[in-house]
């Protein structure tokens, strides 16, 4: 017997399962979930294709109004809205809710993307277009793809995750550039050095990665980066970037 034969692993496909009801069941649940992302996916494209430009906000639902991020937030996202820039949030409570407010109270659209969650997540009232997903994948391609730039106060693992998503497509190629600015320099440092000090050095990463990002504690900042990096070029993709980014 050869090694290839000896690897060779019985495969069971749906089709060849023997219990035909087991079978129907299963089909039934794999094709109406695919048809629930289709329809979230075209219902964000009816909904925000033309949004443009816009910002995506992230960071803890779990910081309450009193906060100086939370007050922060709120100060960004009103002169990004005055300055012409829809702001896009997670759609909840904490810097979600402040990301909105300040939008919200602004001249530009204020956008969320809400998801049904055990805990946590309760929708805000500040959003001028509410999107409800049941699925996180389609949600997190709506803040990428409609982004023209990220901003991420203080958060926890929903927060890092959507970084390290845009990061990631970035870094490879399957999304264009654009500015990512981290809120808080003593809240982002740490993870920083971390990148800079560990996974630079082991070869897993390149200092081009980490320059990805800037850092501030200064509002105005935040808009200047902002500004600056579309001074060179027009908001929103170009057609090869769009092109690209239709396979995020």
């Not at 992302?37 to 964000?44: A, D, K, R, V």
């Given at each position: 017997m050869s090694?290839?034969?000896k690897n060779e692993k019985n495969i069971v496909k749906l089709r060849e399962v023997k219990d035909v009801h087991y079978a129907t069941i299963l089909k039934a649940r794999e094709s109406w979930s695919m048809f629930s992302?289709?329809?979230?996916?075209?219902?964000?494209t009816e909904q925000?294709?033309?949004?443009?430009?816009?910002?995506t906000v992230f960071g803890s639902a779990r910081i309450h109004p009193d906060n100086p991020?939370?007050?922060q937030c709120m100060e960004v996202c009103r002169h990004l809205s005055d300055a012409g820039f829809a702001v896009i949030s997670g759609g909840g409570p904490g810097i979600m809710a402040a990301a909105?407010?300040?939008a919200f109270e602004g001249?530009?659209?204020?956008?969320?993307?809400?998801?049904?969650?055990p805990k946590e997540q309760t929708h805000n009232r500040w959003q001028n277009i509410?999107?409800?997903?049941?699925?996180?994948?389609p949600r997190k391609?709506?803040?990428a793809k409609y982004a023209d730039a990220y901003v991420l106060f203080p958060g926890g693992f929903g927060t890092l995750d959507e970084l390290c998503e845009v990061l990631t497509l970035i870094q490879t190629g399957k999304s264009r550039k654009i500015p990512i600015i981290l809120v808080g320099s003593g809240f982002w440092n740490g993870f920083l050095d971390w990148l800079t000090n560990t996974l630079v050095p082991s070869g897993t990463l390149s200092p081009e990665d980490v320059a990805l990002m800037k850092v501030t504690d200064d509002s105005g900042e935040v808009l200047d980066e902002i500004f600056r990096f579309y001074e060179v070029r027009d908001t929103g993709p170009s057609d090869e970037e769009r092109e690209r980014m239709m396979y995020l």
């Open positions: 090694q290839d034969e992302i289709m329809s979230e996916f075209i219902e964000t925000l294709s033309e949004l443009n430009p816009a910002v991020w939370y007050i909105n407010r300040g001249k530009s659209l204020s956008v969320g993307l809400n998801i049904d969650l509410s999107l409800n997903f049941r699925h996180f994948f391609v709506a803040f």
